[in-house]
């Protein structure tokens, strides 16, 4: 060869090589570890208790009355009322409740229809708690 340029050999191309190989090797470990994912959730699985609580309002209870509930902080920003009827179910993480155990405060997901003469809206079902996804 000619030309003043360092003259490549086998020796020097050896190291360029290795070292590519070494970081692409590097980078294919690196995809293949994941982290170790959890059996149980704390809250379980979030896809089942979306679809679950989907068409469901949620809010916060600001009074209890013997046939209505208040609804806070819901998607409205207002307080909304409903009423409560005598075929109203009530869960709570998962099994059957009352109306007794509800508390000013709770966070709730409501199920609700709207009733066609009056326009007040009639609970079908109440669910509280952390585990809403068994409901009955």
């Not at 679950?52 to 600001?62: A, I, N, R």
């Not at 208040?70 to 709570?92: M, R, S």
């Not at 000013?104 to 079902?125: P, Q, S, Y």
């Amino acid at each position: 060869m000619s030309g003043g340029g360092p003259a490549l050999t086998l020796g020097s191309a050896t190291l360029p090589a290795f070292l590519g190989c070494a970081i692409s090797f590097s980078g294919v470990l690196a995809q293949q570890h994941e982290p170790p994912k959890a059996g149980t959730a704390r809250f379980g699985n979030p896809t089942a208790t979306a679809r679950t609580l989907q068409g469901y309002l949620y809010g916060v209870l600001k009074r209890i009355g013997a046939n209505e509930l208040v609804l806070d902080k819901t998607e409205f920003g207002d307080a909304q009322v409903f009423k409560i009827g005598p075929k109203t179910k009530y869960v709570h993480d998962g099994k059957p409740s009352k109306l007794a155990d509800l508390k000013v405060g709770d966070m709730v997901f409501v199920d609700a229809k709207k009733d066609k003469k009056t326009g007040e809206r009639i609970v079908r079902k109440v669910v509280t708690g952390v585990n809403p996804t068994r409901a009955p």
